[in-house]
């Protein structure tokens, strides 16, 4: 009995390729979780000031001190400043940063632990 190199073709004369993903290095996908985090996390700052630019700009926050200083007395609570959004946001991004990091490699390990039972996601490649 002979083995063949020559992988499998299609009635077209593509080749096709069978492939099973049985590991996920943890670290990997931890690395990768970081630069998705970090992306995820410019864009909520950037979100988070443009909302506040609009609504401080829209006058949102005075309106409301206005109204809540008409019917109470007092000085409205909202004092919002860009400084105090980018702050707060800066926080945000960091804690998501690190949450989703540790995510991915948390998710990595259950793929490796359920593909050890199953043997894995199998994919097939063909070329066009």
């Given at each position: ?12 004369g ?21 630069v ?30 206005e ?10 609570p ?10 707060v ?40």
């Amino acid at each position: 009995m002979t083995s063949s190199t020559v992988p499998p073709q299609t009635a077209n004369g593509a080749r096709v390729a069978t492939l099973r993903l049985r590991r996920i290095d943890p670290w990997s996908a931890m690395k990768t979780g970081f630069v998705f985090a970090v992306g995820l996390g410019v864009m909520y700052i950037i979100a988070a000031v443009l909302v506040y630019l609009f609504a401080s700009s829209a006058g949102v926050f005075a309106s409301f001190n206005e109204t809540f200083s008409e019917l109470t007395g007092n000085e409205g609570p909202l004092t919002f400043t860009l400084f105090g959004v980018l702050t707060v946001s800066l926080v945000f991004a960091v804690i998501e940063a690190v949450v989703l990091t540790l995510l991915f490699a948390v998710i990595a390990m259950l793929y490796n632990a359920a593909a050890m039972v199953t043997g894995g996601v199998s994919v097939k490649l063909a070329e066009d």
